[in-house]
């Protein structure tokens, strides 16, 4: 768009017309940082402040909800304490270790986009069972899950009405993770519609060339297919595993003995959020929401960097 001074030298301009066109600039310019003000407020005061706040309580002994309360006379002990604390790396163990349910739920999501892609009867249908689970809350569905897999739940009853033996899935720590991958399994359902997307912007007449060069289905999506989902799935890769390093609805809520077996139940954010609401301890919980940051970026920076080696943007 022109700007005032480009419009008034290109013909002679009467002062009407260039008060109008000045008045309708301005306007535009107005418009433009109200746009734009709302969302830079809410970004300073629901972001940036909080954050800061965080830090600068990082370094107190506060223990109560008022701020004015606070002495910041503790330096790096409470930086000190969280990387000393037992309970820190148990909760980074189980933090990792679900991570890995985002390979899992994604490779399962590319598998069963592909299938969906191939124009298979009741598309539609499908897609809406595969994404009801994305819309529920995770609260709701973790305690559906409780029921299902308790001790006196439907899986056991089934279990009992077979001859077979109880499996204590909340109680045994060799059955709490695969009880809680059993969890995150089901739901696909952002990650299929955006791989469906990428399926449909997919070359065709690639595919067809290899096939007529003599190259079977499981050779085209190898070599042809995917390699052309990469930027899709490597996108897909880094907020599913960026949200699973922030997870705790599921093991807050799952656990019937508040950490679960041998603190399975604990992950980094969970023990966040006990610091303050059990322990009352909000600078260590200001610290360790410090720490949580600093690992998921360098996370973030090793998935980016070892993306060169697989992603192909061709």
Same mark, same amino acid.
């Given at each position: 768009m022109m700007t005032y001074?480009? !419009?008034c030298g290109k013909t002679h301009r009467t002062v009407e017309q260039k008060r109008s066109y000045k008045r309708k600039i301005l306007k535009q310019n107005l418009l433009g940082t109200g746009m734009v003000i709302l969302p830079f407020l809410g970004f300073l005061c629901f972001t940036l402040f909080p954050m800061l706040m965080s830090l600068l309580l990082s370094f107190s002994n506060l223990r109560s909800a008022l701020i004015s309360e606070a002495t910041f006379d503790a330096g790096f002990q409470?930086?000190?304490f969280i990387l000393k604390d037992e309970y820190t790396w148990k909760a980074?163990?189980?933090?990792? *270790?679900y991570s890995l349910t985002t390979f899992i739920n994604l490779t399962l999501a590319v598998f069963l986009a592909n299938v969906m892609h191939k124009q298979i009867c009741g598309k539609k249908f499908w897609l809406i069972i595969f994404f009801l689970p994305q819309v529920c809350s995770s609260v709701s569905t973790t305690l559906m899950w409780r029921w299902i897999l308790s001790e006196n739940g439907v899986f056991n009853n089934i279990l009992g009405a077979l001859g077979a033996e109880p499996i204590y899935f909340f109680t045994d720590a060799s059955w709490y993770m695969i009880a809680i991958f059993m969890m995150s399994a089901w739901q696909h359902g952002t990650n299929i519609v955006v791989l469906l #997307? =990428?399926?449909?912007?997919?070359? =065709?007449?690639?595919?067809?060339?290899s096939r007529l060069d003599g190259a079977n289905e499981w050779q085209v999506f190898w070599k042809i297919t995917l390699p052309q989902l990469t930027p899709t799935i490597y996108y897909l890769l880094t907020i599913n595993l960026i949200a699973s390093l922030q997870e705790q609805a599921i093991f807050q809520f799952l656990n019937t003995t508040g950490v679960g077996p041998d603190f399975w139940g604990l992950t980094l954010t969970y023990q966040m959020y006990r610091l303050i609401?059990?322990?009352y301890q909000y600078g260590l919980s200001c610290a360790l929401s410090w720490c949580i940051g600093i690992f998921i970026m360098i996370i973030? =920076?090793?998935? #980016?960097?070892? #993306?060169?080696? !697989? *992603?192909?943007?061709?």
């Open positions: 001074r480009q !419009w409470n930086y000190i980074l163990r189980t933090t990792l *270790v #997307s =990428a399926f449909a912007g997919i070359n =065709a007449s690639l595919q067809e060339a609401n059990v322990n973030t =920076a090793i998935n #980016s960097k070892l #993306s060169e080696k !697989w *992603v192909s943007y061709d």
